[in-house]
Nanobody, 117 residues
């Protein structure tokens, strides 16, 4: 079965940048849609960015122009480049893999991003 491992979280000052990585095991990465979600303290989990198997992307309004999702199929890895970080971006960020035709949905364990003022 597929497993996801996130990395790249940490502490950064407002205005700074971080790049999150999500590495997938298994053989079905190329056919999968990938997404990043986040959950801030006291708030519901929300979709941040998504990328289809064909490379089409979608972003939450709150991160448009600041975040970029990308994938490297040769490395079975999806990335989230986060620029111009705000304190409101502080959250645990989760990676998701979905293959609808196979009824497959997999979540990583999350990586904490803390943006200080």
């Amino acid at each position: 079965q597929v497993q996801l491992v996130e990395s790249g979280g940490g502490l950064v000052q407002a205005g700074g940048s971080l790049r999150l990585s999500c590495a997938a095991s298994g053989s079905m990465f190329r056919a999968a849609a990938m997404a990043w979600y986040r959950q801030a303290p006291g708030k519901q989990r929300e979709l941040v960015a998504a990328i289809t198997s064909g490379g089409s992307t979608n972003y939450a309004d709150s991160v448009k122009g600041r975040f970029t999702i990308s994938r490297d199929n040769a490395k079975n890895t999806v990335y989230l480049q986060m620029n111009s970080l705000k304190t409101e971006d502080t959250a645990v960020y989760y990676c998701q893999l979905v293959i609808m035709t196979r009824n497959l949905e997999v979540w990583g364990q999350g990586t904490l991003v803390t943006v200080s003022s």
